[in-house]
């Protein structure tokens, strides 16, 4: 109840926890916990975190409740263990949700977390917010995504609703010939034809033909500050982010449109602590956003060594009411994760002298997870290459043949 009425926009109630006597509880032990906890830790907080794994990469650096997400034994637990509760993934279970929420303080809701969850609830709430999005339709069998691909035109990209992450649940039409493969594709066991009751729930987007794709992370508080960070121009491998560079190649006009977009979500959504607002940019210009997620995010990695603030304290900032931080980049970066195919390599790498980065003048921050398991595509960390401009951290990347696989 007590944060139903925060929200409701008793600001001022909103209530501000002080390092040194309070306990942060995340839902979720992964890296971004681990690098909220370490955030949070210099701070003068304490941190106590929920995760199925008994060698999570947060629970190395503090302490740990080890019990599977849904286990509500274990919910209760974290909610008397901790002042504050927040997550670190999306998927948080609804009972679960409901339960902290009520038996605990959580200042970010659930409420975004439902959004957020599915693309048609989330493209909804981007577009009552006055933010664009790419065209799309509402699909549930074969007849209704040929006749929205016929209106709006091929190509398009048809995702299901929920679910689907790194490019997974989605496949690219560009023939009307391939509308029938897609459908089956993403909807596996769907009927072509079929009753109310076992109709998928998918999505067909008009295909953008983007220039780029930029992200920006913007933070809002219990008492409702607002401040973005620098957008970071995103790449891709096989659906992965493999780099973010920042500040990102594109006009000074855009940079500030894409900030003004993130901030009018952040506000329009009441969303408190991170939001990640992943957009495209078209050759005119014109930004569509693509999609949210309401937590620390990969993208914003490079904040970490390269700005005053970074998005972990700054998510920190915004759950305990602290003024929020300020997002100035310090130096261009470029951030590259480390897969686990890559692991190896960075770590033998570390052992010695860098003489490519002596010579380009960068500085490589290695952020390592501690995940125990390291499998091709999983993420076990990140390097921030501070550098006098990306074209080096660009150079860094290629020249040390540690990524070409
Ligand atoms: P998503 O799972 O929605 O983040 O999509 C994964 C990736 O697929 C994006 O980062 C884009 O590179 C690409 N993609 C998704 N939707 C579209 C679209 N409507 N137009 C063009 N590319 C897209």
Redesign the pocket.
């Given at each position: 109840m007590r944060q139903e009425e925060l929200r409701a926009g008793a600001l001022d109630a909103a209530r501000t926890l002080l390092p040194g006597r309070t306990t942060i509880g995340v839902l979720g032990g992964g890296q971004l916990g681990r690098m909220m906890a370490l955030a949070g830790s210099a701070m003068g907080y304490r941190f106590v975190a929920l995760d199925p794994a008994s060698d999570a990469p947060c629970g190395q650096v503090t302490p740990q409740i080890t019990a599977a997400y849904n286990d509500r034994g274990a919910a209760r637990e974290l909610a008397q263990r901790a002042d504050v509760i927040t997550y670190e993934f999306e998927n948080v279970d609804a009972g679960v949700a409901a339960l902290l929420t009520e038996e605990s303080y959580v200042p970010q809701g659930s409420e975004l977390l439902y959004t957020t969850q599915h693309?048609l609830r989330e493209k909804a709430a981007i577009e009552a917010a006055g933010v664009p999005v790419?065209p799309?339709r509402k699909v549930g069998s074969l007849a209704e995504l040929t006749a929205a691909a016929a209106d709006l035109g091929l190509?398009?990209?048809l995702?299901t609703a929920t679910g689907?992450?790194?490019?997974?649940?989605?496949a690219?039409i560009r023939q009307t010939e391939e509308l029938e493969a897609a459908f089956r594709q993403v909807a596996p066991g769907a009927e072509a034809q079929h009753g109310e009751s076992e109709a998928p729930e998918l999505v067909l987007?008009?295909?953008?033909?983007?220039k780029c794709?930029i992200s920006v992370i913007a933070a809002r508080s219990t008492s409702g500050e607002v401040k973005s960070f620098p957008p970071a121009e995103?790449i891709?491998v096989d659906?992965i982010l493999h780099l973010s560079i920042v500040p990102a190649r594109v006009s000074e006009e855009i940079q500030q449109r894409a900030c003004g977009l993130a901030e009018r979500l952040v506000s329009g959504l009441n969303a408190v602590g991170l939001l990640a607002v992943?957009m495209?940019v078209t050759e005119d210009g014109e930004l569509?956003v693509?999609?949210l997620a309401p937590r620390p995010h990969n993208s914003g990695h490079y904040t970490m060594d390269a700005c005053m603030t970074s998005q972990f304290e700054q998510h920190i900032r915004a759950i305990c009411n602290l003024p929020l931080g300020e997002t100035t980049l310090l130096t261009p970066v470029v951030m590259v994760n480390v897969l686990g195919q890559h692991l190896d390599g960075v770590i033998q790498r570390t052992g010695h002298p860098d003489e490519t980065a002596k010579r380009l003048g960068i500085a490589p921050k290695l952020h390592i997870y501690g995940k125990t398991e390291s499998k091709n595509g999983r993420k076990m960390g990140h390097i921030n290459l501070l550098c006098k401009d990306t074209g080096d951290g660009l150079s860094w990347v290629e020249q040390t043949n540690l990524w070409r696989n």
């Open positions: 693309r790419a799309y190509p398009c990209v995702k689907g992450y790194d490019g997974k649940g989605q690219v987007e008009k295909f953008v033909k983007f794709e995103n891709h659906n992943e495209f569509f693509n999609e």
